[in-house]
């Protein structure tokens, strides 16, 4: 079975800084692409940050220039690392992983691996 864990969320005020992590058991990276997606009330689902097993990143508009996803592949880890945090950054962040073997990570890629959820709420 594959599992996704995410942690490192939690309050920080504007300004500040998370780190969170997703750790997969079970998962074959390679390949595959792995994503942070975050979701708040009243809110859509939003694709956050892609990591391809080939290293390759992509960033929403919104988070581009203060986000940073990156790998630990020894330990098979993705990182989320989040800086100059807003009150907008507020939401429910979930690592979600693909299944299917590709060569690039398009926005219609399917995730069918998701982890429970971590929330980080951004104070002003």
């Known amino acids: 079975q594959v599992q996704l864990v995410e942690s490192g969320g939690g309050s920080v005020q504007a300004g500040g800084s998370l780190r969170l992590s997703c750790a997969a058991s079970?998962?074959?990276?390679?390949?595959?692409?792995m994503a942070w997606f975050r979701q708040a009330p009243g809110k859509e689902r939003e694709r956050v940050a892609v990591?391809?097993?080939?290293?390759?990143?992509y960033y929403a508009d919104s988070v581009k220039g203060r986000f940073t996803i990156f790998r630990d592949s020894t330990k098979n880890l993705v990182y989320l690392q989040m800086n100059s945090l807003k009150p907008e950054d507020t939401a429910m962040y979930y690592c979600?992983?693909?299944?299917?073997?590709?060569?690039?990570?398009?926005?219609?890629?399917?995730?069918?691996?998701w982890g429970q959820g971590t929330q980080v709420t951004v104070s002003s």
């Open positions: 979600a992983a693909g299944g299917a073997s590709i060569y690039y990570c398009p926005a219609s890629y399917d995730y069918n691996y």
């Open positions: 079970g998962y074959t990276y390679s390949r595959k692409c």
């Open positions: 990591i391809h097993g080939g290293g390759s990143t």
